[in-house]
């Protein structure tokens, strides 16, 4: 059985063929608007006599590649992993009923999480106290019995 994760990525030709056309379509609104708006003597000559589209149809594009551009960065941002950690002190999960540390994971994803490895490192630090006297020559004394 493989159970390797799934690793998802932006295609980039699509995001930027998509981010391309919401440009191109606010270009052609802002043409259109212009154009309609130009002084006739401007309109009647060369590039301004050239029509591409009408206001209607250059706001319909641009509405609909603005729209199509959002609605697919919110389904990117719904998919997109969401792994979590905390960490507490519980009692009884330790033998002879004692205190011990619990890490937990949580996928708030909506698909499936696989661990494919784990490690964990343990990090003991000494409390801070009465230091020891040093030796001659550098070295601690030892600590006395308990």
Same mark, same amino acid.
């Given at each position: 059985?493989?159970? !390797? ?9 699509? $995001?930027?063929? *998509? ?5 191109? $379509? *606010? ?8 154009? /309609? ?7 009647? $000559?060369?590039?301004? %006599? ?5 206001? =209607? $149809? ?6 609909? !590649?603005?729209?199509? !551009?959002?609605?697919?960065? =919110? ?11 905390? #960490? =507490?002190? %519980? /009692?009884?999960m330790?033998?002879?009923?004692? *205190?011990?540390?619990?890490? !937990?994971?949580?996928?708030?994803? =909506? ?5 494919e ?20 020559? #550098? ?8």
């Open positions: 059985m493989n159970t !390797s994760q799934r690793v998802v990525r932006r295609n980039r030709v699509l $995001s930027g063929l *998509l981010t391309w056309l919401v440009h191109l $379509s *606010l270009l052609l609104l802002a043409y259109s608007v212009w154009r /309609e708006n130009a002084p006739d003597s401007l309109a009647d $000559s060369w590039p301004w %006599k050239l029509q591409l589209l009408d206001i =209607q $149809s250059a706001t319909t594009a641009a509405v609909g !590649s603005l729209g199509a !551009s959002l609605a697919r960065a =919110q389904y990117a941002r719904a998919v997109r992993p969401a792994l979590g950690y905390f #960490g =507490q002190v %519980k /009692e009884g330790a033998p002879d009923d004692r *205190l011990a540390w619990v890490c !937990s994971v949580l996928n708030a994803a =909506q698909d499936v999480a696989v661990v490895q784990l490690g964990y490192r343990v990090v003991l630090i000494r409390p801070r106290g009465p230091r020891r006297p040093r030796r001659p020559g #550098g070295r601690r004394a030892p600590c006395p019995a308990r």
